[in-house]
Structures are given as C-alpha cells and as structure tokens.
C-alpha cells in the first residue's frame, strides 16, 4: 500500500537511486555473509522444511478442498516472492525519504504511513492498520493452535493426564493457547529492537535441518505398522482442540 506512494514522494526509481548515498544497498548480492553451507541449507530447507512446519499444514487445511489448498500454496508462495521486493524497495524509499534524519528504524515503516497515505485519501491509515493486522493474524493464529497442540497431544496427554476425557484436553489446549500467546508478547517486548528479532528469526532458520532430519530419521526407530493401523492411530488420537481452532482459523496471506 505504501510502495507507490512513497516511490512518487523519492522521485521514482531514478529518484530513488540518486537519493541513496550508498550504492551497496542496490546489491542483489550479499556482501561475503552467504557461504555455500548457507545456500545448501536454505535449498533444502526451501524443498522439504516447510512441509514440516506444523502451522503451514495447517493454514493449507484450513482450505475447502484439497485443490483448494494446493493452488492457495503454490499462489500464495509465488505471490510472497513479489512481495518480498515490494518491501526492500519501500525500505530504501525509506532511507530517502529521511536521509539526514534522526529516528528509530523500528518506527519507520509506521513513520512513512502517517506521512504519505493521509496526503492521498482519507482512511487509508485505518485500512493499513486493518491490513497489517490481518496479516499478521492468519499467521500467529496458526502458531498458537499449533503449539498448544503439539504440548496437549504429545506432552500432556500420554505423559501427564493420559487418562481424562476430551473436553478436559479441550480446555488444556485453549488454556496453552493463551500461554503462548503471553510468551510470545514477552519475547517481542524483551528483544531491543525489530533487528534483534530479524536476527533470531535467521538463527532460527538455521536450527530448521532438525526439522528436516526428524522426518526421515524418525521412520528408522518407528516400530512396523500397516498403514491402516497409522492411520486409525491417528484418528483416534486427534484432539478436538486442535481441529475445532483450525477449522476457525481461516487464513489470509500464505
């Protein structure tokens, strides 16, 4: 939304390049931090370590149909390409727009709509806010279902009450899902700085192999069963916490 607008407040492209003082920021390359151990993770990442992502699985059964769910992935994954551009060129925009000037980077991006998007049209603040929540929605309520989830159906079920009935697990899963969601607004609040935070998340990136060597590993001590019997296993052991808050978690943005 901001894009537009800010890139006819830099002059354009043109604009853009000669209000930027430093050249390297129009590199499509890295300066010396990508190593090839970096690129063969983040290949093999890109292949198979979304697939183990529990909340991705989530947000595509969220769909109506399985062909549903398969063009929703496969678009929204391309359409995340382009906008991935659309946010480097607002960042630079940026870095114009208040060259010379001191302020928090964290405050930037809310900087740029208070000053552009009134100019245009009236509203088009509350729709941006409205947006930005949104988005930030259909991906955190995915979070929180998994992960109140996973600690419900292989913590707290087989470990601590294995014995009660489901509308008890119920209730641990709504309540889990509020203490994640507490957990998750200490950590945002405890990190200095959305840097910090873009920092841990590429940190996190790289602890994915686990998640993609669990997959493949686990098969090799899993005892042998006949697909019938996994399959009517997991029927019996899927919590109703977990797929009454999928189904009402309907996503916006892949």
Same mark, same amino acid.
């Given at each position: 939304?901001?894009?537009?607008?800010?890139?006819?407040?830099?002059?354009?492209? *043109?604009?853009?390049?000669?209000?930027?003082?430093? /050249?390297?920021? #129009?590199?499509? =390359?890295?300066?010396? *931090?990508?190593?090839?151990?970096?690129?063969?993770?983040?290949?093999?990442?890109?292949?198979?370590?979304?697939?183990?992502?529990?909340?991705?699985?989530?947000?595509?059964?969220?769909?109506?149909? *399985?062909?549903?769910?398969?063009?929703?992935?496969?678009?929204?994954? #391309?359409? +995340?390409?382009? =906008?991935?551009?659309?946010?480097?060129?607002?960042?630079?925009?940026?870095?114009?727009?208040?060259?010379?000037?001191?302020?928090?980077?964290?405050?930037?991006?809310?900087?740029?709509?208070?000053?552009?998007?009134?100019?245009?049209?009236?509203?088009?603040?509350?729709?941006?806010?409205?947006?930005?929540?949104?988005?930030?929605?259909?991906?955190?309520?995915?979070?929180?279902?998994?992960? &109140?989830?996973?600690?419900? *159906?292989?913590?707290?079920?087989?470990?601590?009450?294995?014995?009660?009935?489901?509308?008890?697990?119920?209730?641990?899963?709504?309540?889990? $899902?509020? &203490?994640?969601?507490? &957990?998750?607004? #200490?950590?945002?609040?405890?990190?200095?700085?959305?840097?910090?935070?873009?920092?841990?998340?590429?940190?996190?990136?790289?602890? +994915?192999?686990?998640?993609?060597?669990?997959?493949?590993?686990?098969?090799? #001590?899993?005892?042998? $069963?006949?697909?019938?019997?996994?399959?009517?296993?997991? +029927?019996?052991? +899927?919590?109703?916490?977990?797929?009454?808050?999928?189904?009402?978690?309907? /996503?916006?943005?892949?």
């Amino acid at each position: 939304m901001i894009l537009p607008f800010a890139l006819d407040a830099v002059g354009g492209l *043109e604009g853009l390049r000669a209000s930027v003082d430093d /050249p390297t920021l #129009f590199s499509i =390359v890295a300066p010396g *931090e990508i190593t090839l151990l970096y690129v063969v993770v983040i290949a093999v990442n890109a292949l198979v370590g979304w697939v183990t992502s529990p909340y991705s699985m989530q947000m595509t059964g969220a769909a109506r149909t *399985e062909n549903d769910a398969r063009v929703g992935l496969v678009a929204g994954m #391309f359409l +995340k390409r382009i =906008v991935t551009v659309a946010w480097v060129l607002t960042g630079m925009c940026a870095v114009g727009l208040y060259a010379g000037t001191t302020i928090d980077p964290d405050q930037v991006y809310g900087l740029m709509a208070r000053d552009l998007l009134p100019t245009i049209a009236p509203g088009l603040i509350g729709l941006f806010i409205a947006s930005m929540l949104a988005a930030v929605m259909s991906s955190c309520d995915c979070l929180m279902v998994a992960s &109140a989830a996973l600690f419900t *159906e292989n913590i707290y079920r087989p470990y601590i009450r294995p014995d009660r009935d489901e509308r008890h697990y119920v209730l641990i899963g709504r309540l889990t $899902s509020i &203490a994640v969601v507490l &957990a998750g607004l #200490f950590v945002a609040f405890a990190l200095p700085s959305v840097e910090a935070q873009t920092a841990a998340a590429v940190a996190r990136r790289h602890t +994915k192999l686990i998640q993609i060597a669990g997959p493949i590993i686990a098969p090799t #001590f899993q005892k042998a $069963s006949s697909p019938s019997t996994t399959f009517d296993s997991a +029927k019996a052991t +899927k919590s109703p916490a977990s797929t009454t808050a999928t189904e009402a978690s309907l /996503p916006i943005s892949m």
